[in-house]
């Protein structure tokens, strides 16, 4: 993480109810203030992400993202507006995040995630959030993350149910076994066409806000350093039942 200037009064201010938390507190808003995070995908996991990361003091937001904002994403996608229909989502997201928090600094990636680029765009960033919706992008991104030893938090949503976990497959776990790795988890993608976008299969909008949102709550945890990340459990939400379950699961 980079060095950070010393918070300003403004910033104490603005951050005053993460300061008197005693996991936070003062070191733990400066470590938010000098981190790096970059995230795939200003869509419906990412736009609360982006979100909730500006709004904790988060110094740099890289975001990734290639597609403009239509009519159909505002359904779920909160970080844009009617007024951004057309606009490119990333530089949409930028302009709400400066709304949120003027001290946070926004580097745009307008293009596609793939293997050839991964890997610089990962190596430059302290965690990475994965809010991308196609498999042959989370496993670039995996691989990426696992190559360059950033801490990956991933999620995934279906029409009524998402699961998140972080990845850390560059460190070993209490127990001395490897930490699992994204591919330990999925060993291989579905087969085309098994799984259905949510164009044709539908997405409620606010669960990708719940998933999002946890997502968030995984980076502020990996950046100051507080709590359990979810590294080798998998959190499952099924929002009709109301229920949450943690699936363990380790590396093969």
């Known amino acids: 993480m980079n060095q950070a200037a010393p918070l300003s009064p403004e910033e104490l201010e603005r951050y005053a109810r993460h300061i008197v938390l005693p996991e936070i507190g003062g070191p733990g808003q400066q470590k938010l203030k000098r981190a790096r995070v970059l995230v795939i995908g200003a869509g419906g996991l990412g736009a609360p992400v982006l979100e909730y990361l500006a709004a904790a003091g988060v110094g740099t937001l890289g975001i990734v993202d290639d597609d403009h904002v239509s009519l159909s994403n505002l359904q779920r996608q909160v970080i844009h507006d009617t007024q951004s229909v057309g606009q490119s989502k990333a530089g949409s997201a930028a302009a709400a995040i400066g709304r949120i928090n003027p001290h946070v600094a926004v580097e745009l ?131 009709l039942g109301a229920r949450f379950d943690t699936v363990r699961y380790k590396a093969s």
Do not use: W
């Open 109 to 239: 990636h307008k293009l596609r995630l793939t293997e050839a680029n991964a890997g610089e765009l990962v190596a430059a960033y302290d965690v990475v959030v994965d809010g991308s919706d196609n498999f042959e992008t989370r496993y670039a991104l995996a691989d990426a993350c696992a190559a360059c030893e950033r801490p990956l938090v991933h999620a995934a949503v279906g029409r009524f149910d998402g699961s998140i976990t972080v990845l850390k497959p560059f460190e070993t776990a209490p127990d001395g076994r490897r930490n699992p790795s994204y591919r330990d988890l999925f060993p291989e993608p579905p087969p085309p066409g098994l799984v259905p976008s949510c164009a044709v299969a539908g997405v409620l909008g606010a669960l990708t806000g719940v998933m999002g949102t946890l997502q968030a709550m995984e980076a502020i945890k990996l950046i100051t350093g507080i709590g359990e990340p979810l590294v080798g459990r998998l959190l499952l939400y099924d929002a």
